[in-house]
């Protein structure tokens, strides 16, 4: 996909003109400001063993989409950077990250241990367009063979590496994991307030599912009350059914301390009645507690399963 063709889907951006380079200083953009980051290592390992990665690499270190949930907001807390804005519209761009993952590549056998790209921040966000720190990842990769990759994103200038991901996908296992949380596009612009529409993230998996990439829906995370029950889910999982989907996942909502701070007052704010579920839910924990987690999770695989999930993608026409 032309780079042209996606700038209306970031409209912040369309007057950044062509690509800077990797090593310019930070520039602004509106109120977005882009700061290049040191790096020693590309590769992060990742010791929690109920994950299903080994390795997970975040080219970005904040993320302009402004998801009010998003649970990596804690990131920039290790720049002492503590309002909520910052995580939005302060953005880290990592130097040189294709010449270490090299260099990483050479020293470590990686076969087999399956690596996630963009489990923090989404690597497909609007300063991809300009510093294409994830697409220099992944043309290293192309140089290797016999690993396990996956991505997660919620944008379809993911569709501008189609080709790459392609050839790829002959070498390595290539998994694209598209996060669409509902189908409602009003819904979606309040709670995901920087982020393409469902509907071009819905065309993105259609697109990248033709392509013979294996492609899963994320439908996370699962808030009560705004977006778990079945008249949300179930429309949902139809379209990406219908879209080519592997598969659906979901987890519910986690709130640490930094995402708290932004969630909840714009909970109070747009969903006002949900405020005291919420306290009651998550005043005393990060996590939902374990009666309304199983809960839910029950009822997330007896859809999943009512509609065709996982699907194989020998067994499809
Ligand atoms: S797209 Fe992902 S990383 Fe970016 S703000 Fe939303 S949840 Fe956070």
Redesign the pocket.
């Known amino acids: 996909m032309a780079e042209q063709a996606l700038l209306p889907l970031y409209p912040q951006l369309t007057a950044l003109g062509t690509p800077a380079p990797t090593a310019s200083p930070s520039r602004e953009n509106n109120d977005v400001e882009y700061v290049p980051l040191a790096i020693g290592s590309v590769l992060n390992r990742c010791l929690n063993p109920r994950l299903p990665f080994r390795w997970t690499i975040n080219p970005y270190r904040g ?1 302009e ?3 009010t ?4 907001r804690y990131t920039h807390r290790f720049f002492e950077l503590t309002r909520w804005q910052d995580f ?1 519209r302060r953005i880290f761009f990592k130097r040189r990250a294709a010449s270490r993952l090299e260099r990483e590549l050479r020293r470590r056998d990686l076969r087999r241990q399956p690596i996630a790209i963009g489990t ?3 690597p497909y ?1 609007p300063a991809e367009i300009h510093y294409r720190v994830t697409r220099s990842l992944l043309e290293v990769f192309a140089s290797v063979e016999s690993l396990e990759l996956s991505i997660t994103t ?1 944008s379809p200038l993911i569709l501008r590496d189609l080709d790459l991901l392609t050839t790829l996908d002959r070498v390595h296992s290539v998994t694209a994991q598209v ?1 669409i949380t509902t189908l409602d596009p009003g819904l979606a612009r309040r709670i ?1 307030q920087r ?1 393409p529409s469902p509907q071009a993230r819905l065309r993105t998996v259609r697109t990248l599912a033709a392509a013979g990439i294996s492609t899963t829906v994320f439908c996370m995370p699962l808030m009560p009350g705004i977006n778990n029950d079945e008249d949300s889910l179930a429309p949902l999982f139809a379209a990406a059914r219908d879209a080519g989907a592997d598969d659906v996942v979901a987890s519910p909502l986690f709130l640490r301390p930094a995402a708290r701070d932004r969630f909840l007052p714009w909970l109070r704010s747009e969903f006002p009645a949900l405020e005291g579920l919420y306290r009651s839910l998550y005043g005393r924990q990060d996590y939902l507690p374990t009666v309304q987690r199983d809960r839910l999770m029950a009822h997330f695989r007896h859809l999943r399963l009512l509609y065709g999930f996982p699907r194989r993608r020998a067994a499809r026409g």
């Open positions: 993320c989409l402004a998801c949930y998003c649970y990596a939005e923090a921040t989404d966000q919620k996060t995901e982020a």
